[in-house]
């Protein structure tokens, strides 16, 4: 039997992932969130959502420069993920803090998170504000990712991500589980 429960945000499995710009004064400063999802195939988009009812320097720096980048940590950087997540860019410098290294996009004026192995350079599409956050799709203009999570055919393989997954209703981290099919097969035999 099922139970209602208090209502609440969730989404499962969400990615933990971490948006990146640049500040007015060229300054990289970079937020981790909770909610972040693909909108769109054509043209390849992404949307994500940050708390405007708190001081998120981030935010403003996207809204101020309509760029900016989307990083996958993988879980080996849970804390410093944290730590993106908990401090604000008006009190540090969050990236020199953990000792993330950074450089310029290829394609847009927002800076990449060299630790993370897969990143998506994006332009702000549209912005919209939903309760208490600013919800920002970005069209993805360029993709980068390491070697070393990539198969023959240049598409990156999940498990050699080892991507970072959040509970928002335990506030917990996971480590993603494993395969189990290919999808788009086993419905088939529904057909």
Known sequence: MKVNIKNHTMMYPAPAVVAS????????????????????????????????????????????????????????????VDYLGIETGYNADKLAKVNFNHHKAEKVNA??????????????????????????????????????????????????LDPLVYDDITHSYFKAGEKIDDAFKPGIKFR
């Open 21 to 80: 710009a640049y500040d007015e004064d060229g300054n990289a400063d970079a937020c981790t969130l909770a909610f972040a999802t693909m909108c769109s195939h054509h043209p390849p988009a992404v949307m994500i959502a940050i708390n405007s009812t708190l001081k998120r320097k981030t935010l403003k720096s996207i809204l101020h420069t309509k760029e900016f980048c989307v990083g996958f940590p993988s879980a080996e950087h849970m804390a410093e």
């Open 111 to 160: 800076p990449i998170i060299d630790e993370f192995k897969v990143s998506v350079e994006c332009k702000v599409m549209h912005i919209a504000e939903v309760g208490s956050h600013t919800q920002i799709t970005g069209e993805i203009v360029n993709v980068q990712a390491e070697e070393e999570v990539l198969d023959d055919k240049n598409k990156i393989v999940f498990e050699k």
